[in-house]
């Protein structure tokens, strides 16, 4: 069992940044392909980055490409999301998601993951 905590969401104005991190309670993070996904109100969970296990290998959904960058730092069990130019339409709660599975591409689907965080909240005001 894997425990995901998420930080870093807030308050920002448009055109500004924040720096999600996700800290996993397992030594082995290594291990982990590793997910961020985002979930407006009344809206379905929907895929952010993805940075996969052993090829490191990252991907991004369409509208945060050039502006949100995935990291990972493994001897701190931590996964990063920067995110720059930010814009309302990027207000929403942000999950982290994990799975051992060892995929060459990074998996889009949050089926494919096996632990999720609680989430952290991220508004960008107009």
């Known amino acids: 069992q894997v425990q995901l905590v998420e930080s870093g969401g807030g308050l920002v104005q448009a055109g500004g940044s924040l720096r999600l991190s996700c800290t996993a309670s397992?030594?082995?993070?290594?291990?982990?392909?590793m997910g961020w996904f985002r979930q407006a109100p009344e809206k379905e969970r929907e895929f952010v980055g993805a940075?996969?296990?052993?090829?490191?290998?990252?991907d991004y959904e369409d509208s945060v490409k050039g502006r949100f960058a995935i990291s990972r730092d493994n001897a701190k069990s931590t996964v990063y999301l920067q995110m720059n130019s930010l814009e309302p339409e990027d207000t929403a709660i942000y999950f982290c998601?994990?799975?051992?599975?060892?995929?060459?591409?990074?998996?889009?689907?949050?089926?494919?993951?096996?632990?999720w965080g609680q989430g952290t909240q991220v508004t960008v005001s107009a």
């Open positions: 998601a994990a799975d051992t599975t060892d995929w060459t591409i990074p998996r889009s689907s949050p089926a494919e993951y096996e632990y």
């Open positions: 940075i996969a296990r052993t090829s490191g290998m990252i």
């Open positions: 397992s030594r082995t993070f290594g291990i982990y392909g």
